[in-house]
């Protein structure tokens, strides 16, 4: 299970640099969202992965 939440991870890291990227080429990096946010909080958003951070912190308060 925890093998399959990894490579699901993989995936989503790719899919959200690739997100960067389009939107880097689209309408660069120092545009915001419809909704009014910074291009930046993507591109920090898209440096961690999902599971590894919940898997650290679970293994953390063991």
Request: glycine share 12%; aromatic share 8%; hydrophobic share 45%.
């Amino acid at each position: 299970m925890a093998e399959a939440l990894i490579g699901y991870d993989e995936l989503f890291q790719q899919f959200r640099a690739m997100h960067v990227y389009l939107i880097h080429r689209s309408i660069g990096m120092g545009s915001r969202s419809l909704k009014g946010h910074p291009v930046a909080i993507l591109v920090a958003g898209a440096s961690y992965g999902v599971v590894r951070e919940a898997i650290h912190k679970k293994e953390g308060a063991l």
